[in-house]
């Protein structure tokens, strides 16, 4: 019991010190603002469509997919949340727009450098979608190994919610219940992968 606990109250300083600031964008019609933005490790970027046609914030370059992060497509109004875990230069871009060259990028920390998805060094290669969701979420899995030992869902209070396994070590999919097969509530949780973690918002 107590290793248990001082591994919550870890996991809590963890995610304290992850999601320290939260830096906005605003997508307009066919462009990133700003396009670049540099925040420190454990930031997370929010992107928040504020134009009249849908966009998407997808990791990668010039519309190959690096498997980061994908927001799904974004109707007006909508936000998607997502933190940076480790240091470096992450380029993103608009699925629908990117060849009128719709693009950004996110600095993380000082001089970043490129990372490459799926090293352990890389646990910002978890990725979950849709990210706010309702019903069900996907959680992509970076192929660290990580996912041998389980995925850990856990409460803003440190509660352990759930756990899931990977069949392939590729995904998890989490329908928003706890470990009893009951329904949580509206809130951010956090999955905790391998050394990383996660933030996933579920709206109701």
Not at 177 to 199: H, M
Request: hydrophobic content about 40%; some cysteine; proline content about 4%.
């Amino acid at each position: 019991m107590k290793n248990i606990s001082l591994a919550v109250a870890a996991l809590l300083a963890f995610v304290s010190l992850s999601y320290a600031a939260q830096i906005p964008v605003s997508i307009v019609d066919n462009l990133f603002q700003p396009d670049t933005v540099t925040v420190n490790r454990g930031d997370s970027v929010v992107w928040t469509n504020n134009g009249a046609f849908p966009h998407t914030s997808t990791s990668g370059v010039d519309g190959v997919w690096d498997s980061l992060w994908d927001s799904g497509t974004m109707a007006h109004g909508v936000t998607f949340v997502h933190g940076f875990l480790t240091d470096g230069t992450f380029n993103y871009y608009c699925t629908f727009h990117w060849l009128s060259g719709m693009k950004g990028v996110v600095v993380v920390g000082t001089g970043g450098v490129n990372e490459t998805p799926g090293t352990a060094e890389n646990v910002a290669g978890v990725a979950s979608f849709p990210n706010p969701f309702s019903a069900t979420t996907t959680i992509r899995l970076a192929p660290t190994g990580a996912a041998r030992r389980g995925v850990r869902l856990f409460d803003a209070s440190g509660r352990l919610v759930r756990t899931l396994e990977a069949a392939d070590g590729s995904f998890v999919v989490w329908d928003g219940t706890d470990n009893r097969g009951q329904e949580t509530g509206p809130g951010v949780y956090f999955c905790e992968y391998g050394s990383g973690v996660l933030a996933v918002t579920r709206l109701r």
